[in-house]
């Protein structure tokens, strides 16, 4: 079924041009019907063959197929690295959505940040391990640390006591010798 749909995807988008039935052609020879046909044709249009991943299904690529070229790739390496079956790759991108739109009412990109490859494995690693994506588990992490910051901000200021005047150590000394003194 792989194989075959990327092949009768392509056919299609290459018969464009030069054949007017190849919907006609392909649904007579696949034995499928129109949507279908269609629909492996417009995920082919979208992956040139470079970056359409041999370890994933076209199953993969279709679940991903309408979002930016950027974050296609991101979530087929994401998937491919990880084993994701079609399934789990689709509740990823469907939690990380969700986490997305459960920060505010509002869905907006979050600015690039760069990191160092070490620290968005250890990340990545942090998110398989309390079993969600990335994206969610940044998202859930900054939550964490704002409230904590603005916990903190609403706090009234704590009052800071002067240090204790201690006696003057030689005096100390002196003291406790007196004590001893007067023990014997």
Known sequence: ????????????????????????RAIETARLDYQTIRNY?????RFELSRRRDKLSFQHHAEVAA????QQDRWLDRAEEAGWSRNQLRQHIRNSRLAVQGAGSVERAMP???VTSERLERWQRAAERAGSSIESWIVANLDSAAGRVLEEADQPPRQVEAPRQTEH??????????QLVARA
Not at 5 to 23: M, T
């Open 1 to 24: 079924m792989n194989s075959s749909a990327w092949f009768l995807g392509d056919w299609v988008v290459y018969g464009q041009a030069r054949y007017s039935d190849r919907y006609r």
């Open 41 to 45: 044709a417009w995920v082919a249009r």
């Open 67 to 70: 979002l930016p070229v950027d």
């Open 112 to 114: 690039a940040i760069q």
């Open 169 to 178: 150590p030689p005096r100390q000394v002196e003291q406790q010798h007196r």
